[in-house]
Nanobody, 126 residues
């Protein structure tokens, strides 16, 4: 069974940090562009950050540039989203997704993915 599982979410105070993990089972992430997305209550899902197959190309939403980093460990079949200097407006359910035939730009802008995780809640208190 092909599956993505996110972990690492939780409750944190403004200014704090969290690291989200996206682990794949049933398939290898090596061939996939991976994206992190988030959806706050009453809002559309948006692209947060995407990373190419090799990790050499990344894209970030303007709202998280300079605060979030994305990385991948293909040996561990896992992609990470390091979130620093968190703000209350970062509160959302965070999802990871995997896509074969896309670019980091397209995946993040069009919120596309062939496989999706179930999401992990991130809550930032003020």
């Amino acid at each position: 069974q092909l599956q993505l599982v996110e972990s690492g979410g939780g409750l944190v105070q403004a200014g704090g940090s969290l690291r989200l993990s996206c682990a794949a089972s049933g398939f290898t992430l090596d061939y996939y562009v991976i994206g992190w997305f988030r959806q706050a209550p009453g809002k559309e899902r948006e692209g947060v950050s995407c990373i190419s197959r090799s990790g050499g190309s990344t894209k970030f939403a303007d709202s998280v540039k300079g605060r979030f980093t994305i990385s991948r460990d293909n040996a561990r079949n896992t992609v990470y989203l390091q979130m620093n200097s968190l703000k209350p407006e970062d509160t959302a359910v965070y999802y990871c997704a995997a896509s074969l035939g896309t670019t980091v730009h397209s995946m993040c802008v069009y919120v596309s993915g062939e496989y999706w995780g179930q999401g992990t809640q991130v809550t930032v208190s003020s």
